[in-house]
């Protein structure tokens, strides 16, 4: 294949083409054609991007002379075209594979493109959920509080940026305070059957992720089966209390790894676009990370060099403080 575009290049006859009027006034027509075919992708990217990055995008797909040079070179064998007729159509592929990058890293502009930001919701406000929302990262997430309790916001209202008082929480007041437009809300009452109901109701009104707070072990199974039902995850610190001694007695390293100051596992959900369809050893930043799992679909798979991503792939990866926000910033960012 390389000798044959090779070849079909060196026999190209530029002297007997120019000598052709006919076969020279063909050119700018095609070279109209190639361009006017391949511009309805605009249509396509401007679902994605603004006019001008669609139209640099859709300019650059007029890039076609592999596709071009074995159609003509049938033509030629045919007798269907002549052989100045088939140098006029690879001059003109050849001027628009020139002349399609250089448009399109004249009209391309990069715009700034921000992180967009995971909104959290947390109902309830004590000593189990306010450390959280301290320490989650306010470059990856929009954290709001809210609380029935009039002494917790005193306790708690100049720890946390965005903590409100509520008298009594229910569905009208959640819907007024926009609460369920968020994309994880967190229940964190101290009252199990209170997270239960606001569970049911954040669900009902479409919230994606939903982490309800279970402690007291006697709570019907019928709640925590609903709960199941619906999607909603369930926390339960006596159970997470179980799991982080047995992993510091099984996998002491691992506990070392999840509590360093230097390091930690992170997590991250494909949403860029430019990273879907690579193999994993083609991320720009694989040598500085550790892909440990790669969750599709609720599935987990074990990664490989090898691995094609997907979008919406769940992948958990170490790697140093440093890196972790950069690697967020690329794979999670929309675009």
Not at 41 to 46: A, E, F, G, S
Not at 99 to 127: C, H, M, Q, W
Not at 197 to 213: E, F, P, T
């Amino acid at each position: 294949i390389p000798i044959f575009f090779i070849m079909t290049g060196v026999r190209l006859d530029l002297k007997s083409l120019f000598a052709n009027k006919t076969a020279l006034a063909l050119i700018p027509i095609l070279v109209a054609c190639f361009i006017i075919a391949k511009l309805p992708t605009t249509l396509i990217y401007r679902r994605r991007f603004n006019a001008r990055n669609s139209f640099a995008g859709g300019f650059l797909t007029v890039t076609t002379i592999t596709l071009v040079l074995p159609p003509l070179q049938v033509a030629k064998n045919l007798h269907a075209i002549t052989s100045t007729q088939s140098d006029a159509f690879i001059l003109a592929a050849v001027i628009v594979c020139v002349l399609a990058p250089i448009v399109f890293n004249s009209t391309y502009k990069l715009n700034k493109e921000d992180l967009v930001k995971e909104r959290v919701v947390i109902v309830g406000a004590n000593t189990l959920t306010v450390p959280v929302a301290q320490q989650l990262s306010h470059n990856w997430y929009v954290v709001r509080m809210l609380t029935d309790n009039q002494d917790n916001y005193k306790t708690f209202n100049s720890e946390v940026n965005d903590l409100k008082y509520i008298e009594e929480i229910d569905e009208q007041a959640l819907d007024a305070g926009k609460y369920f437009d968020t994309d994880v809300m967190v229940l964190g009452f101290r009252n199990d059957n209170k997270n239960y109901q606001m569970a049911v109701l954040a669900k009902k009104h479409g919230v994606k992720r939903v982490i309800a707070s279970v402690q007291n072990p006697k709570v019907s199974t019928d709640h925590i089966d609903e709960l199941n039902r619906l999607g909603v995850e369930i926390f339960n610190s006596f159970v997470v209390q179980n799991s982080v001694l047995r992993s510091l007695i099984e996998s002491p390293s691992v506990f070392e790894m999840l509590m360093s100051a230097h390091s930690g596992l992170f997590e991250v959900t494909i949403h860029n676009q430019r990273y879907v369809g690579i193999e994993l050893r083609s991320l720009p930043f694989i040598d500085q990370i550790t892909v440990s799992r790669i969750y599709r679909k609720h599935k987990p798979i074990s990664p490989s060099g090898d691995t094609v991503l997907e979008y919406g792939d769940h992948i958990l990866y170490t790697g140093p403080y440093e890196i972790v926000n950069e690697v967020r910033k690329r794979l999670g960012r929309r675009g």
